[in-house]
């Protein structure tokens, strides 16, 4: 069922079994889990069907540390959220990003990969995925011209990508949402403030406001707060009515360890002799086969003690052509080109119909590597509130992410070790970039639009928000799904995983609420 | 495309009209040919980044900036590994043995093999 919520009266009251704040990736995919249940599920977005620049906006914040997309174009804030522009790269979380890594601090998660396995599979369906595999060899064995490059595995490895198509959350899921008797979705519903008891055990109750002034309140048995990691923390922190320093936050952890993808050209590859390509390859944009980067082994990260990392091979540019950012090269109407989700996805559509193998025409010779690599997690990488308010009344977000030592140790050496393996497997030569042989951060520093942490997972209260089950610890009803609660966060995109780890979230609540 | 001009081209005559003739008391004329041919000059296609690559070397190892050095660096390693560098597969595989014992250097980024680099320095020595 679907309500505009703009429609309601005023001082209007809500009620259901269970609150989902925020239909996005996480939000929807919760959601789903519930249909045909016995309780009653509130669903609430705030914004509409589609990108509207008054709701945007209520996302805008200040870049106090390094520099960083305009908040107000990094999350879409309407029904699907931001896979309304995804471009669906999955890949899985490896064993050792849940270890505690004694050469990475604060590492460690306090549930297993095992754990994380069990709901991969389901996750897979609900973002449209091919065949439940991971294993290199078996997508190698899926074309004669997908080959992988022979370097040692106990060193060098290929870590598989699949491509979701990619799922639009909005679109495919919209109608089984919206014709849900028991799913109650709320659109222009946005939350402004959380509501505790007295001994700030237990939510009360939400505060909703739309931008027509309209003052709405929710209760629900359990909530979930499935925003994203920035507007997540920013919920919690400005929740500060009876406790000061914002919800869950009696430890000061709410906001920090906030994590990004560092995602930049890290080296250039040329190849000793021409060679088939085509599993290394990315068939922009229609993306519908499986592709494959190269990763360090486990054993070759605790040798170098570095955190985890891929790279892609990229169209190499020419050798005098200047690095460029990824932050200088959004457009100044950023936030009005996320309109042109239907644009994305025609010409995705239009590659698609060529009715290509994935197999590319010419075997370059040169490519240029492109890292995604783990963010060393980092207290003093955070999300604040500010003193400047939205048009609701909420305070704005800072970001301060901060990058560390540890983070620029980890791609020089990433590149290092690339070179001697394709040196001595005589693939190929490679030469690092410049700025890795230089202190500190190159200006085309850049990001994967990912975030996580600001609301990690642990076990003790004293080093995370949210405890395994991703409840806010302190708080008896009140769970945080997506990727805030992830303690590291691995060198792949943490949709597929944020979703796994949201249906595990829905498994526990289906206990808790029964 | 650029490649195979390039391979065209060669470099073989470039090197012989330039030699100098005390080379020729480290190693022959041939090896020295071989020697001041790295393999890297196939894979880049590109003699003037072979040549500065060569160069950054010698200012990297100032006392191998210089021919006899550089041939009795190149010729002593692959003698001590059972090579002879009047062999081209030897001299691949003594860039191979340089990969597996880790005996890299980092010039101007690049990952190399001391021997490959050695070349360069060669190659930007005899045929700059």
Redesign the interface.
Known sequence: MHTDARTLDDGSVIEGDLCIVGAGAAGISMAMEWIGTDKDVVLLEGGGFDVDADVQSLYRGDIVGERYFPLEAARLHFFGGTTNHWAGFCSILDPIDFEERDWVPHSGWPISYDDMMAYYPRAHEILQLGPFEWDPAYWAAQHEDNALLPFDGDIVRTKIWQFSPPTRFGRTYRDEIVDAPNIHLYTHANVTRIEANEPVSAVTGLRIRTLEGKELRVRADAYVLACGAIQNARLLLASNERAPEGLGNDHDLVGRYFMEHLEMPG?RL???EPRRMRLYEFHYPEYKYPAAELTLSESAQRENSVLNGVCSFRDAPE?DEPLQGMFDQIPPDAVERLRDVEGMDEAAQEAANEGSDGASLDYP?EYQLFSRQEQAPNPNSRVTIGSERDALGVPRVQLDWQLTELDKHTIRRF??II??E???S?V???????W??EDGWPSFLGGGWHHMGTTRMAESPREGVVDPRCKVHGLGNLYVAGSGPFPTAGCVNPTLSLVALTLRLSDHLRDELS | MR?RRFLQLGTAGLIAASLPGAAISVASQSELHRLAEP??L?????RE?VRAIGASYRRTVPFEDDVHVLAAQITGDMKRSGGSAANQADIEKQ??RD??R?R?V?I??????RTEARQCALFSLIAG
């Open positions: 080296a040329a190849l000793t050798r010779l590149y290092e070179g001697h394709a040196g001595r005589g190929a030569r490679v030469q690092l970039h410049d890795l042989m | 490649r393999g890297l196939h894979i880049l296609r590109d980044s860039v191979r990969f597996d880790g890299t980092q101007d980024g690049w990952v190399l093999s």
